[in-house]
């Protein structure tokens, strides 16, 4: 039977928050004042971090919560908040009773935005409802819909990425250069994932290729420095000719490039000579 909280006067009851960063990291903290232990993860005590009122409705409208809490633990940074390390990370909000361990969840979702100020920073927490507000019909377009290497496209990203060292950065015009890679051309439109220095795990869009070098959407700051490692997925223009041609896997294309347009009935045919 599950544990009843809040029906004696007295508990040993404290909140958790247990949040998952998309790179995989998982942190725990606690408002008691040392740390527990729960489920194989370790709790920190955060006393600062404080939830707001937790709202939760039985019909298909949104529910809602807000953390608050000060910069002043280490597992939270403001240049990991800035960096967006923890945007679209799963959370859990909950009681635990800190002398026996029982422990009930109390709110599912994700970090919707977050707003800093000062030494203190502000999460908006997004219920499971909020994925009710897509749109699951797709729309219509000439090019394809699905993420490359997605599960609508069917591709492995294994297959298309590949670890290089950086030779060389170009900070101001937000460039780089690898080694190792022959044919850097097939990275434009892809994607970049550090995997060394203080960035590791975060990833950004490749721009664009100019020459040799690879313009990526987002440099860090700091720069990477020559020799950091990362790891390069090939990009997608998503047109049936290069899902065809280049992937062999226009039986995955999710696009309607000889679909009709809008302005098909008032196109007039060209004049005659």
């Not at 290729?209 to 997608?236: F, N, Y």
Request: aromatic share 6%; hydrophobic share 40%; net charge negative.
């Amino acid at each position: 039977m599950s544990r009843v909280f809040f029906r004696d006067e007295l508990e040993g009851v404290a909140t958790f928050w247990r949040i998952e960063r998309r790179d995989g990291v998982a942190l725990g903290f606690t408002s008691h004042d040392r740390a527990l232990w729960l489920d194989g993860l370790e709790y920190r005590a955060a006393p600062g971090m404080v939830p707001t009122a937790i709202s939760r409705r039985a019909d298909l409208s949104r529910d809602s919560a807000e953390i608050e809490a000060a910069l002043t633990h280490d597992a939270i940074t403001a240049s990991d908040l800035e960096s967006g390390r923890f945007d679209g990370a799963r959370i859990v909000v909950g009681v635990v009773d800190w002398e026996t361990g029982d422990h009930a969840a109390l709110y599912h979702g994700s970090i919707g935005g977050i707003a800093s100020e000062g030494t203190r920073f502000s999460a908006e927490l997004r219920s499971a409802k909020h994925d009710l507000l897509r749109d699951v019909v797709p729309r219509t377009s000439p090019t394809c819909r699905a993420a490359f290497c997605g599960p609508q496209c069917g591709l492995s990203a294994a297959r298309f990425s590949q670890e290089a060292a950086i030779a060389s950065v170009d900070a101001d015009g937000e460039a780089l250069t690898v080694e190792g890679i022959a044919d850097v051309g097939r990275y434009a439109l892809g994607r970049l994932r550090w995997i060394d220095g203080a960035h590791a795990g975060l990833w950004t869009e490749v721009a664009a290729v100019q020459g040799d070098s690879l313009v990526v959407r987002v440099m860090p700051d700091p720069p990477p420095a020559p020799g950091d490692r990362v790891i390069l997925c090939e990009g997608c223009d998503h047109t049936l000719a290069t899902c065809a041609t280049r992937f062999g896997n226009a039986v995955n294309f999710r696009g309607e490039p000889f679909l009709p347009g809008n302005d098909q009935l008032v196109r007039r045919p060209p004049a005659s000579g």
